[in-house]
Every structure is written in C-alpha cells, then in structure tokens.
C-alpha cells in the first residue's frame, strides 16, 4: 500500500509542532494572529476557527507565506500542514473526475504541487489567501484526476493505438511551450489557452486560478489566440 503524500507532510507538520528549540521561550514556533502569538500547534485549530475573522485570517496567511518567500526553513511546512483541510478537500472534489481510479496519490501529489507553487507568487493584498491557496491545489488535482481519466479511457479502448501528433503543427503542449519560450504569448497566455480552449475547462475556475476576472482571462486568450495565428501563419 502507497504512502499517503498528505499523510506524509501532516506527519511532518506534528513533529515540527513538537519541537524544541526553535522560536518562543515553550520552545514551538508561532505566529501573530488577532494581536497575540499563537504556536503552530494550535494555529490550524485557530485559524478555521469561527471566533478569528477573516482579516485576521489573511493577516496570518500573509505572514506564514512572507516567511515561505523570505525565511524558507520549516515555514512550507508550516503552511502546508496549517492547510492540509482544505488541501485534503480539494483532493476529494477533484477526485469526482477520475471515478474510477481510486489511489490517490498522484492527485494528492498535484494538489500539493499547485499549493506549493501558489504560495510563491499568490497576491498577498487580496482577501481569502488561504482560500485561494486551496483552490489552486484544487485545480491542478482537478487537471491530474482529468489526465488519469483520459488514460483509462483510453486503456479500455479496444481500438486504442498510440498515434504521432501530426507533422505540421504538433501537439498543442508543446506549440504552446515553444510560443511561450519564443515570446509569442505569455505562460499566463499558454496556460489559459491550454486549459480553456483546448482542454474546455470553465473560464470562470481557470480564471481564478491566475487570479484575474473572467473577462480578463477570455481578452488574455483573444489576445494569445491573435498572435498565436500570425505566429504559425508566418
């Protein structure tokens, strides 16, 4: 039986709740929330807390990811353990779209990846940090379950066959990439076009999870699909 990857960072996380020798004078690491410090221990249990607001929420998210950016040390550990939850949810929504494939390592393994690349580059000034944290695990688990999906339908297939993509264009990943790395389009650009016009994923989610309005991303993928024309028409 696989380990579970969550199971693994929420191991890690209590024993790094336990250790000594670290931060405060009872020896565990803390962080500010509503005006006092609270140790990593408690800070899940805090934070998802009906009695902390939201403003206070965000003030500790903007911290916990200030120190992921700037401290590095345990602090990604920290963030990810405090956001196992809604981690762990996402995992189970995104799950729906790969019914039958039921180990879930690789979609927990992506969830993770896209939380870890989030907290790198999220907005800090916008509100729900930890919300928005956990949507872009949920989109890149929901992109895995999609893939798994697609590849056992294909498996059960009794005229499956692997075909070459075709010589003049390419698969679209890497038009896509190569547009990207030769400045034709932006990563931003590629990855909506990908998602929303190829993969036929909702604008509004996609959106989201490049942190702009609806009408922003679809200009973005007008624009992209423009220069992507002139590009491959040249």
Known sequence: MRTSTIG????????????????????????????????????????????????????????????????????????????????????????????????????ESAALAGFVYAIHDIDLTRPNICGRLCNRAYVAARRCAIELSRYQRQLRSPTFESHPPALEFGHPDLILAKASRNGIITREQARLVLAVVIERRSIDLEAIAVELTAEEAENQINAAKKQLLEWLTK
């Open 8 to 107: 693994n960072c929420e191991r890690e996380f209590k024993r790094l709740c336990t250790q000594k020798g670290t931060r405060t004078a009872d020896g565990h690491w803390s962080i500010p929330v509503g005006g006092k410090h609270i140790s990593t221990g408690e800070l899940s249990q805090t934070l998802l807390s009906k009695g902390t607001s939201q403003r206070e929420r965000d003030r500790a998210w903007a911290t916990i990811a200030s120190n992921v950016r700037i401290k590095h040390g345990p602090w990604l550990v920290i963030a990810t353990g405090v956001a196992i939850p809604g981690i762990r949810n996402a995992v189970k929504t995104a799950a729906v779209y790969a019914p039958d494939y039921q180990d879930r390592t690789e979609l």
